[in-house]
T-cell receptor, first 114, second 113 residues
């Protein structure tokens, strides 16, 4: 089954404790990206990657890091989480030619930073 | 670069009535626009897109969207709303970067039985 998986689905942590949210897709997609969803602010892109070792900043990259060492994986790293990073996070993927066509979204990761 | 806006935070409609969820855009060239839906506790699902061609675009689950260049709008429509259409709807398009995407703030659609 074609899918985008994220782990963990729910996470409670404390300020300053480094964490990683994993994202994996099994569709051989070149394009992967991370979003955060906040009430009243909608969906905002954090980082995106066009292929292995090629990443770029989205609208809200501050406080986040990403890496793309393998085509299927695109982890989101919060090296020193703060309460304002409490949010619902989504990973998505698509073919490079299909960016404007169809993005496949993961189920989301709900993060609470205390 | 392109920006989109969804002027309504919430839309309420009675089951069986037509529904419209509004989206406006601002772009310097030809627009690329799409709609996604988010059901409760789920990720986003693609509904439809406009790149070029017919101004009326048909998509999944009986939805369609009308592109209007003079009004810079791309409103999502459905002739007869179902309770199961209740969800959060996002319009979007290309962002500032070459491969960046931007989404509106979302509109919560509630279909009342």
């Amino acid at each position: 089954e074609a899918q985008v998986t994220q782990n963990p689905r729910y996470l409670i942590t404390v300020t300053g404790k480094k964490l990683t949210v994993t994202c994996s897709q099994n569709m051989n997609h070149e394009y992967m990206s991370w979003y955060r969803q906040d009430p009243g602010l909608g969906l905002r892109q954090i980082y995106y990657s066009m292929n292995v070792e090629v990443t770029d900043k989205g609208d809200v990259p501050e406080g986040y890091k990403v890496s793309r060492k393998e085509k299927r994986n695109f982890p989101l790293i919060l090296e020193s989480p703060s309460p304002n990073q409490t949010s619902l996070y989504f990973c998505a993927s698509s073919s490079l030619t299909g960016i404007w066509e169809t993005q496949y979204f993961g189920p989301g990761t709900r993060l609470l930073v205390l | 670069a392109q920006s989109v806006a969804q002027p309504e935070d919430q839309v309420n409609v009675a089951e069986g009535n037509p529904l419209t969820v509004k989206c406006t855009y601002s772009v310097s060239g030809n627009p690329y626009l799409f709609w996604y839906v988010q059901y409760p506790n789920r990720g986003l699902q693609f509904l439809l897109k406009y790149i070029t061609g017919d101004n009326l675009v048909k998509g999944s689950y009986g939805f369609e969207a009308e592109f209007n260049k003079s009004q810079t709008s791309f409103h999502l429509k459905k002739p007869s709303a179902l309770v199961s259409d209740s969800a959060l709807y996002f319009c979007g398009g290309p962002g500032a970067g070459s491969y960046q995407l931007t989404f509106g703030k979302g509109t919560k659609l509630s279909v009342i039985p």
